[in-house]
Nanobody, 118 residues
Framework: QVQLVESGGGLVQPGGSLRLSCAAS????????MNWYRQAPGKQRELVAA???????NYVDSVKGRFTISRDNAEMTVYLQMNSLKFEDTAVYYC????????????WGQGTQVTVSA
């Protein structure tokens, strides 16, 4: 029951929106930096967005202004709001939780498919 479970992926047209959710269990969620990664076929996995324990956010340049990462510590859930979706956003999106101290812990979800197609 130490796990991350993603949901919200699907098929969307270019210019459309999706909201991904990642529900955590079995961890002290508020102590973890939360990340969204994605991996397209034939490409390396890339970090899309991150949110720290203090709420600071970072985004890869290609999604700035279009994607928003947020977290709800009470619900132990991190979200990725994706707007103005492009074909290039098509990928499997993975939720990732990282603890650095007192020990290193790196937890991954199973992934959710996002397909942007006309």
């Amino acid at each position: 029951q130490v796990q991350l479970v993603e949901s919200g992926g699907g098929l969307v047209q270019p210019g459309g929106s999706l909201r991904l959710s990642c529900a955590a269990s079995g961890i002290v969620f508020r102590l973890y930096t939360m990340n969204w990664y994605r991996q397209a076929p034939g490409k390396q996995r890339e970090l899309v967005a991150a949110i720290t324990t203090g709420g600071s956010t970072n985004y890869v340049d290609s999604v700035k202004g279009r994607f928003t990462i947020s977290r709800d510590n009470a619900e132990m859930t991190v979200y990725l709001q994706m707007n103005s979706l492009k074909f290039e956003d098509t990928a499997v999106y993975y939720c990732n939780a990282v603890l650095d101290r007192p020990v290193r812990h790196d937890l991954w979800g199973q992934g959710t498919q996002v397909t942007v197609s006309a």
